[in-house]
């Protein structure tokens, strides 16, 4: 388990591996190389908003709405809309994608400007 800092929430534990089809986590050979896990605060608004670019290498994905707001989530690309894709629920609502993450450019949108989305991936 690798255990990196960050200035919102504190030590962040990662573990690196995948799933063994029964739900267990098969740990991944260590390359001597470790997972940076920087925490980064998009400010989300009325318009479809990018959080991350497409074609970034990510094994997990976590998003936190930090905000009073609810935000939409698109992971397939597309620009987010009001009402479809993830909903993320205000005041710490979480979505954590690790066994089947998107490639594709993931866009977020609120109904309230000034919403804020905390992005972790690695």
């Known amino acids: 388990m690798t255990?990196?800092?960050?200035?919102?929430?504190?030590?962040v534990p990662v573990l690196m591996g995948t799933d063994d089809g029964a739900g267990n986590l098969v740990p991944v050979a260590s390359t001597g190389a470790r997972a940076h896990v920087n925490p980064a605060a998009v400010s989300v608004g009325t318009g479809s908003t990018a959080v991350l670019a497409a074609g970034l290498a990510k094994n997990l994905l976590i998003l936190t709405n930090d905000s009073a707001n609810v935000i939409y989530v698109s992971t397939d690309g597309n620009a987010a809309v009001v009402g479809q894709g993830l909903r993320i629920?205000?005041?710490g609502g979480v979505v954590v994608l690790d066994a089947s993450v998107p490639t594709g450019a993931i866009n977020a949108i609120s109904g309230t400007a000034g919403s804020n989305l905390i992005v972790v991936y690695a």
């Open 89 to 91: 629920n205000p005041s």
């Open 3 to 11: 255990t990196t800092a960050n200035s919102f929430y504190g030590p």
